[in-house]
């Protein structure tokens, strides 16, 4: 019936209908023009040529005040209508946002939230437009953080709170709306429910459960929000927070551990948190998950306490309440998400030479490394894997580690990764290749050649690209590797000089006094 409606040049009139001052006309033609909207492109077209969601729109914002029941069935059946006009179609719902549909929308809210029906059309229409980007900052212009949380405090329904939860959630992407949220009061609310739920076995009740824990850390992702609940450390949310690690319950567990992982991104926070005791509380909670453990409780931890160690005045003091020794319980992980926290919690922690010394000398460590360097599939595992053996070598500049390194098969990596295309990764890869041919070229040596490391350097050398530092190690590795018989054959058989010799002039100060002193070592030894 709806491309008929449409074919039959029924829309331009009916939207003309809207101008009535009849309400019965105005009731009778909204719901007509909603149910060609519903599902119909034709439909919702038409109405867009005729100018209808303006007019409806002009309606709302004008009736909006009025309380009367017969008022309020019309703004239902208009907000009805803008819903099939615009559900699913991001553009037309673009257009009612640049309509000025939200504070509208809002105000409706306010002023009608006795209204069931009224009050759930303005909940599925914020579902709809707070998917997209452009709507949320109208949305955080109004005050639709206070209306949500004004409404969510008076349900009791699972229902209708999980309706209210599926607008706060988008909402919450930003951050600007996180603190509204915050000041609104809603984070008192979802502990209410935690704490409510937290030892029922309904479904409704776990849902709502992970809903409303999953909410609270998303309002964390700000900084503001973040700082305003962290409160100095001293704030009783973070405390509730705190107390949901020990928990026995995996959902509390996760929602703990990533809320103190998105507490933990300053550097104040860390050092509160390191001295108040979190890391034991972290360690804990991983070692009730080696076995057969929750990945996702894995995961969260090992975020939480590599941030907790980017403050260098934390790496000591987690290093000796142990924590190395509790990542290093799940090595044996085949879950990448899981290997990378712990890539990343280790190189964090290894700045200490005795710690770098101590973990590059674990052949078992190693060997898992060199086989995750190869793991194409994960990039970011493969990543940090290279990252790690270079770092060990790094910070511990210690023969025994080179030793396990070669013997493990990890120079062919160091040698790859100088080739990465991050600038930072083939500088910490060339300062720990440098680092082998200064301490242990004879052990290197074979590996050093079969990984084509000489052509590399040729390579990167003679590539403008190449940044400054890279040039810079390049050349102080040319001239470790000359202490080798065969890789300094393979040096001047590549003409190095010609490559070397222009970077002279470099515009770098560093880069040309590096390239003379490169040039008179190969002119003498030549």
């Known amino acids: 019936m709806r491309i008929p409606c449409v074919d039959a040049g029924l829309i331009s009139p009916l939207v003309q209908l809207l101008n009535s001052k009849d309400q019965e006309v105005l009731l009778q033609t909204g719901r007509a023009l909603g149910n060609i909207c519903y599902d119909s492109h034709e439909g919702r077209s038409a109405v867009d040529q005729a100018g209808g969601a303006q007019i409806v729109i002009d309606h709302l914002r004008s009736l ?19 819903m099939n006009y615009s559900n699913e179609n991001d553009s037309l719902q673009a257009q009612l946002i640049n309509m ?58 699972h229902d209708k709170r ?60 700000g900084d503001e929000s973040m700082q305003k609940l962290f409160e100095g450390g001293k704030g009783s949310v973070f405390q509730r927070v705190l107390s949901w690690i020990p928990s026995n319950n995996h959902q509390l567990q996760l929602a703990g551990a990533l809320a103190i992982a998105n507490f933990a991104r300053n550097d104040g ?37 590599r941030n907790l160690a980017i403050p260098v005045i934390n790496k000591a003091k987690m290093l000796s309440a142990g924590v190395t020794e509790t990542v290093l319980k799940f090595l044996k992980s085949e879950m990448p998400p899981v290997q990378f926290k712990l890539l990343g919690t280790l190189r964090m922690l290894i700045d200490a030479q005795e710690a770098a010394e101590q973990l590059g000398k674990n052949v078992k460590l190693v060997e898992r490394l060199v086989e995750w360097c190869e793991a194409k ?13 270079s770092a060990l070598i790094r910070h511990s500049k210690s023969k025994d580690v080179i030793k396990t390194i070669v013997q493990s098969g990890g120079i062919k990596h160091l040698v790859t990764m100088a080739t990465s295309e991050h600038v930072i990764m083939q500088n910490e890869a060339l300062v720990a290749l440098a680092l082998i041919a200064a301490l242990e070229l004879g052990t290197a040596e074979k590996d050093l050649e079969s990984a084509k490391l000489v052509q590399i350097l040729h ?27 065969s890789l300094h054959k393979e040096v001047q058989d590549l003409a190095f000089l010609d490559v070397v010799s222009k970077l002279r002039s470099h515009e770098n100060k560093s880069v040309a006094q590096q390239a003379s002193l490169t040039e008179q070592r190969l002119t003498v030894e030549s």
């Not at 914020?126 to 409404?151: P, R, W």
């Open 459 to 485: 390579r990167l050398l003679a590539d403008e690209r190449s940044a400054p530092e890279i040039k810079y190690n390049s050349m102080v590795l040319i001239c470790a590797l000359m202490g080798s018989e």
């Open 162 to 221: 999980e309706m209210i939860f599926e607008v706060l959630a988008p909402l919450a992407e930003n951050d600007a709306i996180k603190l509204q949220l915050v000041e609104a009061g809603l984070v008192e609310c979802l502990l209410e429910i935690v704490q409510q739920k937290v030892d029922s076995d309904k479904e409704d009740d776990i849902t709502e459960l992970k809903t409303g824990s999953d909410l609270m850390v998303l309002l964390l992702l």
């Open 269 to 305: 926070n860390c050092i509160h948190m390191v001295d108040n005791g979190i890391v034991e509380k972290l360690m804990d909670l991983l070692d009730r998950h080696v076995e057969d453990g929750n990945v996702t409780v894995q995961h969260a931890a090992l975020s939480a306490l």
């Open 64 to 82: 909006c005040s009025l309380t009367d029941p017969a008022n309020e069935k019309l703004l239902t059946v208009f907000c009805g209508m803008l």
């Open 377 to 389: 599939d994960h990039a970011g595992v493969m990543g940090e894997s290279n990252r790690l053996l």
């Open 100 to 157: 000025g549909v939200i504070p509208t929308l809002v105000k409706l809210l306010g002023i009608h939230c006795q209204n069931a029906a009224l009050t759930e059309m303005c909940l599925v229409a914020f579902g709809n437009l707070a998917e997209l980007e452009s709507s949320k900052e109208q949305f955080a212009s109004t005050n639709i953080a206070e209306e949500l949380v004004k409404l969510f405090k008076k349900q009791i329904e």
